[in-house]
């Protein structure tokens, strides 16, 4: 089964850094485009990131791009978001993906 699991959220405040990963098991990584996307309070999910397989190429959101960046390690499986220069409309709950399956996301918070 795949099996994803975030990792990484927490309380920041509004200008900071964090960084999430996403372990991910069940499928070949490798050869596998993963997304990031996010999900605030009482909003809808928001696509937040995709990079290709390769981990050479990658897309974002225009709420995140050039704040937010996206890379993958297929030695161990995972997915990262480095995010920076936080903003309190970066609070949600964030989740990866791949294909149809999403795993447990982990919150953020930004906030003084």
């Known amino acids: 089964d795949v099996q994803l699991q975030a990792s990484g959220g927490g309380l920041v405040q509004p200008g900071g850094s964090l960084r999430l990963s996403c372990a991910a098991s069940?499928?070949?990584?490798?050869?596998?485009?993963m997304n990031w996307l996010r999900q605030a309070p009482g909003k809808g999910v928001e696509w937040v990131s995709y990079?290709?397989?390769?981990?050479?190429?990658?897309t974002y959101a225009a709420s995140v791009e050039g704040r937010f960046t996206i890379s993958k390690d297929s030695s161990k499986n995972t997915v990262y978001l480095q995010m920076n220069n936080l903003k309190p409309e970066d609070t949600a709950m964030y989740y990866c993906?791949?294909?149809?399956?999403r795993g447990q996301g982990t919150l953020v918070t930004v906030s003084s």
């Open positions: 993906q791949v294909d149809d399956t």
């Open positions: 069940g499928f070949i990584f490798s050869t596998s485009g």
């Open positions: 990079i290709y397989s390769g981990g050479n190429r990658a």
